[in-house]
């Protein structure tokens, strides 16, 4: 055999849900651009800014302690703690800390919620454009991920319900919930998220509920609307979270699972059978995270707002793109006149720009006209990149 | 509703792979001790010594630096250049580093073997008594393990080849290899592996071999014998490896999967669609341990060899056991005459000798009447530990 054909029986040997995992669309640009000298890369959801030194530091005094060993498949009990506080706080009441369980990133929260809930012959049901992770996992579980593409009306994202309702299908296990969402900003109204709510108790399904962009909004509130202000404790939610945004710690690889202390036992094994918990000394930095942390969420915010205004405000002035200044998160996602073909888009505008952005193509129905720029960055980057934009579009 | 019948409802609703996926049965044990003063605890599988000062120093200089942004996902270049280097040195022949995937721990690089191998409908070939999450993560893949106990003969432990074919059914899609073994230090010798190899070719099935305590011979040989000495570079072969045991790193979950190239984009997805990559400052521990482990490893296996003899002498001396010292990893796995019920046994020991073994009953079939010791770790907890166990095995 030669080497190609070696290499395609190797792959036909593989399960098809291995091997007909997608390549992630964002990673194709950035593989196209990644060594292009001053790209100022927008692209990916993380910011400028490395890990506050108090949180590193909790990190370096524990392995400095020697805590080098296996420790509990939940977490660490003052880590869980730690976010019962945080959530207290944050939803003004009490949260048992039975109810959390640490993972090794917002990812794998995301997979071990898919896999208790959803597998071979079931349906997700997941609101799109979306962030392709969730669809991807989903599928790579056995399941189907279904589409309701969100609706632009009145300069607002919109998810339909009646189209939410018409996704149901005696399939359905679960509706995944992102808001405010990746790539859009949407951001559900308390009154929507309780229709939602409703819709799921109706159906017998679960909602795997991501709120990871919860602090970033920008009508002034500390916090977007959550499923947390509707729902009972025993309700069918799993809340899959990260420390990737709020506490600059995107390379930490670490995240939560907040659910009803039902499933724990279940969280345990899963957590057991993928990669058996998560270093203790990155857990301290969590913990410093949530304790100490609030100065710099504020800090976070107030810097992603005024990259949201010069963003919007300059994308605008171009007169070639519609858009909505994003109601949470901290994406642009935009769409340029006449140009429909987003990958297209933004390969070109790595070469004319030199500007990264995820063309909206990779985050599935509805996504396809858009590019989704991350403005969690310093203004001086972002006002440069905005005026390439500018002259790449004008020209 | 009341309470029990809201959990059991919630439970219900989950998919019976993971409601299924069992409770570890050494944790199970651990738990019922976890809390007893003085103790000494040799049911996990890891030693007492926390990771090198060496090792620990490169992951603080990589935080210090800032290196707290996402990374790549098949692990970044400079490790997977080590891990060639690491490979090219143990083998004795040249290693490309595209055949290196870097991961979340051991236990991810089977978790990601398995998914790519086997689903559904598949069976997945188990020599037993093996490291229950082996078994355990085939099953949260919908799999089936086929368990094919090791004998006993001749003071050692074998693995019938004809019992290993015979397990083999047109479901059947991998052998799971380990060796030298958890927790019966079988050690395959090379014949051996040629023809388990010869085995898997002829039937067109995967090897997902861990040689994990490879390092970890008595033998005076630098290595146990490997499916590196006798395969070709494009045999189906998945290695899973992990930086837990030889540089005493456990806590840190970093580990590699080796495979052809070919299944690269494959890999890249499942590690994107799981935990997204590993955190930059935990793969620079990695390099150090790799490039400038070797003192300490020998170290080890001259401290295991050592704990090897005061564990095997000990526990023959009491004439109450059957035991045969292993050839590889740092287990003893022993049988108690006259006691048949491990779990039973390994509990009662918590009680009567304060020592904590795991009870072979959780590592399936042919490990029910075991208990299992780890001898990593120093001479004095060790002969203390034999001390008490004789003591209450002769009262």
Not at 292 to 299: T, Y
Request: some cysteine; overall charge negative.
């Amino acid at each position: 055999m030669n080497m190609h054909a070696q290499a395609d029986s190797l792959l036909a040997s593989l399960r098809p849900e291995a091997r007909n995992a997608p390549e992630s669309g964002i990673v194709e640009v950035m593989n196209h651009g990644r060594l292009k000298q001053g790209l100022i890369p927008l692209w990916v959801g993380e910011g400028d800014l490395p890990t506050p030194c108090f949180i590193v530091e909790a990190a370096k005094r524990s392995l400095d302690a020697g805590e080098t060993f296996y420790t509990w498949q939940r977490g660490i009990p003052e880590l869980r703690e730690a976010l019962a506080r945080y959530h207290a706080a944050l939803y003004g009441r009490p949260f048992s800390s039975e109810r959390f369980f640490v993972t090794g990133s917002g990812m794998q929260s995301v997979q071990i919620a898919v896999r208790m809930i959803a597998g071979a012959g079931d349906e997700v049901v997941v609101p799109s454009p979306a962030w392709p992770n969730v669809p991807a996992a989903v599928g790579v579980a056995g399941a189907v991920p279904v589409s309701v593409p969100l609706e632009f009306r009145d300069g607002r994202f919109v998810l339909d319900m009646g189209r939410l309702e018409a996704a149901i299908t005696p399939r359905t296990r679960a509706l995944m919930i992102n808001s405010p969402a990746n790539p859009t900003g949407w951001t559900a109204r308390r009154e929507e998220l309780a229709e939602i709510l409703a819709l799921a108790r109706r159906h017998g399904l679960w909602i795997v509920a991501d709120e990871i962009y919860a602090r970033f909004v920008y009508d002034g509130s500390a916090r977007a609307p959550s499923f947390h202000d509707v729902m009972e404790d025993e309700d069918r939610i799993v809340f899959v979270q990260t420390f990737s945004k709020n506490w600059a710690m995107t390379g930490w690889r670490l995240g939560w699972i907040e659910a009803p202390p039902a499933l724990g036992q279940v969280i345990e094994n899963l957590v057991q059978y993928s990669t058996s918990g998560s270093p203790v000394f990155v857990q301290r930095a969590g913990i410093a995270a949530l304790d100490e942390g609030e100065p710099f969420i504020a800090e976070q915010i107030a810097r992603a707002a005024e990259g949201r205004r010069i963003v919007s405000e300059g994308l605008k002035a171009t007169n070639r793109v519609s858009l909505h200044a994003p109601d949470g998160a901290f994406y642009q996602f935009f769409a340029v006149d006449g140009r429909t073909d987003s990958r297209a888009l933004a390969l070109e505008l790595v070469e004319t720009a030199n500007v990264g952005l995820a063309p909206g193509a990779a985050f599935g129905a509805g996504g396809e006209q858009g590019l989704r720029l991350c403005f969690a960055r310093n203004s001086s980057d972002l006002v440069e990149a905005v005026a390439r934009l500018q002259r790449a579009l004008s020209a």
